[in-house]
């Protein structure tokens, strides 16, 4: 995870002041003539600079749940929980942290099939910010959280996607975070296990601690979520409730993410993305 500036006498939880991002996007190349139909099917494509976001300011207040929606394309929100973790730097304008945010964007595509399980658990903690010792005091109640069983030390290839998932939502929740920024599905796993999920992040809303939700379906955000943000057009289109954002979106818009389609967006947390600044603010 990129390093972060917090500030711990920050009133807010996390403040977006005048926030403005350019991101480089590819595009098909289009034109006519022989020239414009072979550049077509040899499939060209350039590359250019987008505004996302122009002059963005907003604050969220310490143990806010807020619903992170887009009016155009879902890739507004992912880009948005990027430059609240502080993986994304913006062109112009300043984010500030009371705390550490911890990003939760990929899961499955997180886990390497090369090492075992309990060496990945030591990567993605590692990533998201915790130490050595941390992990090893908190790999008891991973192994039990995430169920884990028997093939902690066996290679992580032989892990189905949604135990590979299990995983990573485990080890962000170890992490103790008192931020937490999410693309995709809040809570992970079959039925059993999201009722183990849904127990610990209620308990952590009443503690006070503050989550950033995207790409979730509308019934988790109106049982979740006290607030709605909805982005678009580079800017703030609706800070207010989530019936106001859903009324706005649509709420047949509104769908759950599958994890799988999540992993198709730039990784917050892989080093080699094109626009990555690993700097403080």
């Known amino acids: 995870m990129a390093r972060t500036h917090c500030d711990p006498h920050l009133v807010n939880a ?31 494509s350039s590359r250019v600079n987008e505004q996302v976001f122009a002059g963005i300011s907003l604050a969220v207040a310490p143990g806010d749940s807020v619903a992170l929606m887009a009016k155009d394309r879902k890739a507004d929100t992912v880009e948005l929980i990027r430059l609240a973790a502080g993986t994304l730097v913006p062109d112009h304008g300043h984010v500030r942290r009371r705390d550490v945010v911890i990003p ?26 915790m130490s050595p010792d941390e992990i090893t005091e908190r ?35 170890a992490t103790g975070a008192r931020a937490f920024a999410t693309q995709g599905s809040l809570i992970v796993g079959d039925e059993g296990y ?7 992040v209620e308990q952590l809303k009443s503690d006070g601690v503050t989550f950033l939700v995207a790409g979730q379906n509308a019934h988790v955000m109106e049982r979740f979520c006290t607030r709605a943000i909805v982005v ?15 009324a706005l979106v649509g709420r047949a818009q509104v769908q759950e993410d599958d994890d799988e389609a999540v992993e198709d967006e730039v990784d917050i947390l892989d080093p080699r993305s094109e626009r990555d600044d690993w700097r403080a603010d």
Not at 14 to 43: C, I, Q, Y
Not at 139 to 162: N, Q
Not at 232 to 246: K, M, P
């Open 14 to 44: 996390l403040e977006f002041d005048d926030v403005s991002l350019m991101m480089p996007r590819t595009r098909r190349r289009k034109g006519g003539g022989r020239s414009g139909r072979l550049r077509r099917l040899a499939r060209e």
């Open 194 to 200: 999201r009722e183990i999920g849904w127990a610990h």
């Open 232 to 246: 678009g057009g580079g800017g703030v289109l609706l800070d207010g409730s989530v019936a106001e954002a859903l």
């Open 139 to 173: 790999m008891d109640w991973i192994v039990a959280t995430a169920g884990l069983g028997k093939s902690l030390d066996g290679y992580a290839r032989s892990c189905p996607p949604e135990l590979r998932r299990r995983i990573v939502w485990t080890v962000s929740m």
């Open 104 to 129: 939760i964007l990929r899961r499955a595509g997180l886990i390497n099939a090369k090492l075992t399980v309990r060496q990945n658990i030591f990567v993605v903690g590692i990533m998201l910010g």
